[in-house]
């Protein structure tokens, strides 16, 4: 073994190291899923049973323990109780000592019983406020902590590229900085708890073939390097994000857990990753049985040792077959590569301080759904939800109505409120018997809460997913009789054909599920004014709500806005709130424009060369108001060469008669460079809160990385060259400025800072 391969190893590790057999080696490289039963939570799950006892597993150690309060319910008290002792034991009676590290999810908050549910990722992008995400994921960590729980598996930095897939609602955005700057403000909040984030999926999982999960990839290496690498890179280098976990797909024909291409070099090599890299669930094995790259399940050991993965889970599958006799082979391959993986785990472990805890008293009381953590809860819905149209319906007016109908599948539905990797769309489903644990108010229920003076009568209408109209004509006869109507519809997260979206449930068309355009569109026909709210987890092909005679009066969408979702969105329609959330992906015109993304060339969008138009209803960036603001003209200072950083200022004034927020968004073009480049690209933004009539000066310093690009050597460069600056959308503009940047090119280096940064003046 290479003694420096490993450099942050400390002397307590290498010499426990030292002392090490084969079998305790392996140990902690893998994990057990001790609760693992017949509900799908994972991939192939019932495939990959293991088949020893937990006794046998642990009788040398063991590296990690799987989802032992996310896999089905328990109470958290009880079960801290025999985790506590558990640790104590493998502390007590294995020759080592060594505790097992827990992990668990965590994406839209701890997925345990009992534990507060936060909206999805796309309402964090939506928000374009990374410093709420990182209260929300320190609020989340201090919750894993109390519970013994060392890591995260989360945030998603995957970046959308196609809405068919069905893991877009655990994604963030569509643009890559933003993915970037809001994921590792995720990893900032949930590392501040002492709780180790997991990066996923590395590398272009979003860019799986017509949208299919798992699918290939064929991502050339500058979109890599430009797109899919850069949400990576901010969370590495800037938030210091301490575990990784490897994508399934393969990207060229190779997948990613078999190749040292991206694990190491990339990962390790150029962006100085120096954690823990885990497999994604039963990745291992998948590239002998799903892949077949591996003949057997040795070789596929060995392949994912030396591609760069250190531990395998959720369960000891394929790493352990490297110690039976026919795996000698595989085993002396990847030899020097499993003790570099044995370091890491054992730094790890040393970092997060469970080899020198002794785990002496569980805790006896825990709040996992704190009033705290639904104020941060509801702040985020709020600021998340997205005003699509408006005819001057909203904000309503709750004297000027007494008679409404809320209609719709989702407006009783307190599941539409979360996402696949909630605990209760990812667990509960399996355990109908079971109490949800928290309060998830749905949308009838809160509307009745806030227009306390309403006289409510609900249809469901349809259901999500089915194709039976029978429940329409008592939707159409209750809006009609209204004097406005509510229309709450949209997705049903859930695995693997268990719903509309989530893991596993990818589709061919954007139209919205079953039978529910119908209902909008014949509810919307009794000229009853008709609010449509849409609670899904992609963006859906809405032209047809948008534009035309069945377009609603006005539409908010949200996207799985958590446990008090209900509440925010009835705030923002009555006007308590001011909607300010922008859309984190483009709206589609329809499923044959995909895949899709603002940050295309000129030739990657509409033009006289094509008949086909891509053009989304709405694009990246967009979102409406209850008042106006105007700007000021854009003052930019440039950069006196390529390496500096651009200065832009700009004066915003709401110029209507409400208080409410602002996202400052400057934009870029680079054109006439070595390699073409985007026709716009978000380069900085923030949020400001204004009074009626007030302004405040926005100053956004931009770094030179901001504006760099693979060139044809793939080298991130800043060219010289004209540079266009606006604030607005990525579309509309605002304000603008131009500059000829000027000087010799500049290349990256790990060195050169990644985010840009705003100040405002009141």
Same mark, same amino acid.
């Given at each position: #073994?290479?003694?420096?391969?490993?450099?942050?190893?400390?002397?307590?590790?290498?010499?426990?190291?030292?002392?090490?057999?084969?079998?305790?080696?392996?140990?902690?490289?893998?994990?057990?899923?001790?609760?693992?039963?017949?509900?799908?939570?994972?991939?192939?799950?019932?495939?990959?049973?293991?088949?020893?006892?937990?006794?046998?597993?642990?009788?040398? %150690?063991?590296?990690?323990?799987?989802?032992?309060?996310?896999?089905?319910?328990?109470?958290?008290?009880?079960?801290?109780?025999?985790?506590?002792?558990?640790?104590? /034991?493998?502390?007590?009676?294995?020759?080592?000592?060594?505790?097992?590290?827990?992990?668990?999810?965590?994406?839209? %908050?701890?997925?345990?019983?009992?534990?507060?549910?936060?909206?999805?990722?796309? $309402?964090?992008?939506?928000?374009?406020?990374p410093a709420l995400v990182e209260d929300m994921a320190a609020a989340?960590?201090?919750?894993?902590?109390?519970?013994?729980?060392?890591?995260?598996?989360?945030?998603?930095?995957?970046?959308?590229?196609?809405?068919?897939?069905? /893991?877009?609602?655990?994604?963030?955005?569509?643009?890559?900085?933003?993915?970037?700057?809001?994921?590792?403000?995720?990893?900032?909040?949930?590392?501040?708890?002492?709780?180790?984030?997991?990066?996923?999926?590395?590398?272009?999982?979003?860019? $799986?073939?017509?949208?299919?999960?798992?699918?290939?990839?064929?991502?050339?290496?500058?979109?890599?390097?430009?797109?899919?690498?850069?949400?990576?890179?901010?969370?590495?280098?800037?938030?210091?994000?301490?575990?990784?976990?490897?994508?399934?797909?393969?990207?060229?024909?190779?997948?990613?857990?078999?190749?040292?291409?991206?694990?190491?070099?990339?990962?390790?090599?150029?962006?100085?990753?120096?954690?823990?890299?885990?497999?994604?669930?039963?990745?291992?094995?998948?590239?002998?049985?799903?892949?077949?790259?591996?003949?057997?399940?040795?070789?596929?050991?060995?392949?994912?040792?030396?591609?760069?993965?250190?531990?395998?889970?959720? $369960?000891?599958?394929?790493?352990?077959?490297?110690?039976?006799?026919?795996?000698?082979?595989?085993?002396?391959?990847?030899?020097? !590569?499993?003790?570099?993986?044995?370091?890491?785990?054992?730094?790890?472990?040393?970092?997060?301080?469970?080899? *020198?805890?002794?785990?002496?008293?569980?805790?006896?009381?825990?709040?996992?759904?704190?009033? !705290?953590?639904?104020?941060?809860?509801?702040?985020?819905?709020?600021?998340?939800?997205?005003?699509?149209?408006?005819?001057?319906?909203?904000?309503?007016?709750?004297?000027?109505?007494?008679?409404?109908?809320?209609?719709?599948?989702?407006?009783?539905?307190?599941?539409?409120?979360?996402?696949?990797?909630?605990?209760?769309?990812?667990?509960?489903?399996?355990?109908?018997?079971?109490?949800? %644990?928290?309060?998830?108010?749905? #949308?009838?229920?809160?509307?009745?809460?806030?227009?306390?003076?309403?006289?409510?009568?609900?249809?469901?209408?349809?259901?999500?997913?089915?194709?039976?109209?029978?429940?329409?004509?008592?939707?159409?006869?209750?809006? !009609?009789?209204?004097?406005?109507?509510?229309?709450?519809?949209? *997705?049903?997260?859930?695995?693997?054909?268990?719903?509309?979206?989530?893991?596993?449930?990818?589709?061919?068309?954007?139209?919205?599920?079953?039978?529910?355009?119908?209902?909008?569109?014949?509810?919307?026909?009794?000229?009853?004014?008709?609010?449509?709210?849409?609670?899904?987890?992609?963006?859906?092909?809405?032209?047809?709500?948008?534009?035309?005679?069945?377009?609603?009066?006005?539409?908010?969408?949200?996207?799985?806005?958590?446990?008090?979702?209900?509440?925010?969105?009835?705030?923002?329609?009555?006007?308590?709130?001011?909607?300010?959330?922008?859309?984190?992906?483009?709206?589609?015109?329809?499923? %044959?424009?995909?895949?899709?993304?603002?940050?295309?060339?000129?030739?990657?969008?509409?033009?006289?060369?094509?008949?086909?138009?891509?053009?989304?209803?709405?694009?990246?960036?967009?979102?409406?108001?209850?008042?106006?603001f105007s700007y000021g003209d854009l003052e930019v200072t440039p950069?006196?060469? !390529?390496?500096?950083?651009?200065?832009?200022?700009?004066?915003?004034?709401?110029?209507?008669?409400?208080?409410?927020?602002?996202?400052?968004?400057?934009?870029?073009?680079?054109?006439?460079?070595?390699?073409?480049?985007?026709?716009?690209?978000?380069?900085?933004?923030?949020?400001?809160?204004?009074?009626?009539?007030?302004?405040?000066?926005?100053?956004?310093?931009?770094?030179?990385? /901001?504006?760099?690009?693979?060139?044809?050597?793939?080298?991130?460069?800043?060219?010289?060259?004209?540079?266009?600056?606006?604030?607005?959308?990525?579309?509309? /503009?605002?304000?603008?400025?131009?500059?000829?940047?000027?000087?010799?090119?500049?290349?990256?280096?790990?060195?050169?800072?990644?985010?840009?940064?705003a100040r405002v003046r009141g």
């Amino acid at each position: #073994m290479n003694s420096t391969s490993v450099p942050r190893a400390s002397e307590r590790v290498r010499r426990l190291h030292s002392q090490m057999t084969p079998q305790e080696k392996l140990a902690q490289l893998v994990g057990y899923w001790l609760d693992q039963g017949g509900e799908v939570v994972a991939p192939m799950q019932g495939e990959m049973a293991t088949s020893n006892s937990y006794a046998q597993a642990t009788q040398d %150690g063991l590296g990690h323990l799987t989802r032992v309060y996310g896999t089905r319910p328990v109470d958290p008290v009880e079960r801290a109780g025999w985790l506590w002792a558990e640790q104590r /034991r493998l502390r007590q009676h294995t020759r080592l000592g060594i505790p097992a590290l827990v992990h668990e999810e965590c994406l839209t %908050g701890l997925a345990a019983w009992k534990a507060a549910t936060f909206p999805a990722p796309p $309402s964090w992008g939506a928000s374009f406020d990374p410093a709420l995400v990182e209260d929300m994921a320190a609020a989340i960590g201090a919750s894993m902590r109390q519970l013994g729980i060392h890591q995260g598996l989360a945030p998603v930095l995957d970046v959308v590229r196609d809405a068919r897939w069905g /893991r877009v609602e655990e994604c963030i955005s569509e643009d890559p900085y933003l993915v970037g700057e809001v994921g590792a403000a995720y990893v900032r909040g949930l590392q501040s708890a002492g709780v180790h984030a997991t990066l996923k999926h590395f590398l272009a999982y979003s860019d $799986s073939q017509a949208g299919r999960n798992h699918a290939p990839v064929h991502a050339g290496r500058r979109e890599i390097q430009d797109v899919f690498l850069v949400p990576f890179e901010i969370a590495v280098r800037d938030a210091g994000a301490r575990s990784v976990m490897n994508s399934y797909n393969a990207i060229d024909g190779v997948p990613v857990a078999a190749t040292p291409e991206y694990l190491t070099d990339l990962l390790r090599g150029e962006l100085g990753f120096d954690g823990v890299v885990v497999a994604d669930y039963f990745a291992v094995a998948f590239l002998h049985t799903t892949q077949q790259v591996a003949a057997s399940k040795a070789d596929a050991a060995a392949l994912a040792l030396n591609a760069g993965i250190d531990v395998e889970l959720p $369960s000891a599958d394929a790493y352990p077959e490297l110690l039976a006799p026919e795996g000698a082979a595989a085993r002396a391959r990847s030899a020097a !590569a499993l003790d570099d993986a044995v370091l890491r785990v054992l730094q790890q472990k040393e970092d997060l301080g469970l080899l *020198d805890e002794e785990f002496d008293t569980p805790p006896q009381k825990v709040e996992l759904d704190s009033p !705290a953590h639904r104020d941060i809860a509801r702040q985020l819905a709020v600021e998340s939800a997205v005003l699509l149209s408006n005819s001057g319906v909203l904000p309503l007016d709750g004297e000027a109505v007494r008679k409404v109908a809320v209609i719709g599948p989702n407006a009783q539905c307190h599941a539409a409120m979360m996402g696949c990797y909630s605990f209760a769309n990812h667990v509960l489903a399996h355990h109908p018997d079971t109490a949800l %644990g928290i309060d998830v108010p749905d #949308m009838h229920t809160a509307l009745a809460q806030r227009f306390t003076r309403w006289d409510i009568t609900y249809e469901q209408g349809c259901d999500v997913e089915d194709t039976d109209t029978s429940g329409l004509p008592a939707a159409v006869a209750a809006a !009609a009789a209204a004097e406005l109507a509510v229309v709450v519809v949209g *997705d049903r997260a859930g695995l693997f054909g268990r719903g509309t979206v989530g893991e596993g449930n990818d589709v061919e068309t954007l139209n919205l599920p079953g039978v529910q355009r119908q209902l909008v569109e014949e509810v919307v026909a009794t000229g009853t004014p008709t609010v449509m709210v849409l609670l899904t987890g992609r963006p859906y092909a809405l032209d047809w709500a948008l534009e035309g005679p069945h377009a609603p009066a006005a539409i908010v969408q949200s996207f799985f806005p958590g446990e008090e979702g209900a509440p925010a969105l009835a705030r923002l329609l009555a006007g308590d709130d001011s909607p300010s959330g922008r859309l984190p992906f483009s709206l589609p015109r329809s499923a %044959g424009a995909q895949p899709y993304t603002y940050l295309h060339p000129f030739l990657g969008g509409p033009s006289e060369v094509t008949s086909a138009d891509s053009t989304p209803v709405r694009p990246f960036g967009f979102g409406l108001s209850y008042t106006e603001f105007s700007y000021g003209d854009l003052e930019v200072t440039p950069p006196s060469d !390529a390496a500096q950083a651009t200065t832009a200022h700009v004066r915003v004034t709401n110029t209507g008669a409400r208080a409410a927020t602002e996202v400052v968004q400057l934009y870029a073009r680079t054109p006439y460079r070595s390699t073409t480049r985007p026709l716009a690209q978000l380069v900085a933004f923030t949020r400001v809160y204004l009074n009626a009539g007030q302004s405040a000066d926005v100053e956004f310093t931009v770094p030179a990385a /901001r504006l760099a690009a693979s060139d044809t050597r793939y080298r991130r460069v800043v060219e010289p060259g004209p540079v266009e600056l606006w604030v607005g959308d990525c579309v509309k /503009r605002r304000a603008q400025a131009a500059f000829n940047l000027t000087g010799p090119e500049h290349v990256l280096t790990a060195s050169d800072p990644r985010l840009s940064t705003a100040r405002v003046r009141g």
